[in-house]
């Protein structure tokens, strides 16, 4: 799988390093599910990649809520090192302890991270031009937190699972939004919803 990736050397032992770091860390804080070890390039390093592969020419300011171990949140950093060196990256984590590991991941992996240890209905608005979240919430949550977060113009990139039609005619019953759904590369019922011009109707 590592082999199939289009990234640069520098990004790859970048990859290497977070790979690294998360393994380290998993059996104490539990970071993703023991069973997806073994798939975790696949099931997270790639999954988190195509999110910030979903933005064409990405600028300004990437906010991941509820970062977790990273992903997307660290990943996208990774990337963006190489292919968009200006982007500013903030992660909002309430976990103290996974706050902690990413900071070290951070450090680890020599990229440039914001790390806020709040929740996210409490953080100060972030102005976000980006704002990406994975495994939070179902979609009419994230667009209330999205309220709060991203700038009128920004962008939402959420991935969602097979479900992800019905979350969307769920939260457009309360709010507006223009979307769009690209197939995912790691599973096939699986998509990249990106949304703009979030509104409450
Ligand atoms: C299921 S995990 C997903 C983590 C990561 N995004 C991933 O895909 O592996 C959800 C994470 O969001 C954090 N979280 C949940 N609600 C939050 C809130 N209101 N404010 C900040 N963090 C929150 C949890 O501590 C947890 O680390």
Redesign the pocket.
Known sequence: MTAALNVSRETMERLKTFDATLQKWNPRINL?SKSTIPDLWTRHILDSIQVFEAITDPKGHWVD?????G?PGVIVAICAADKAPDLSVTL????QR?SAFLRTAARECGVKINVISE???AAAAQSADILSA???ADLSQLCEFSERHLKKDGVCIFPKGGNWKKEVDNALQQWRFEWEAITSLTEPQAVILKMKGVERV
């Open positions: 993703v809520i509820g970062s977790g171990g992903l909002i984590e309430s976990d996974k929740r996210i209905e994975r495994a939070l």
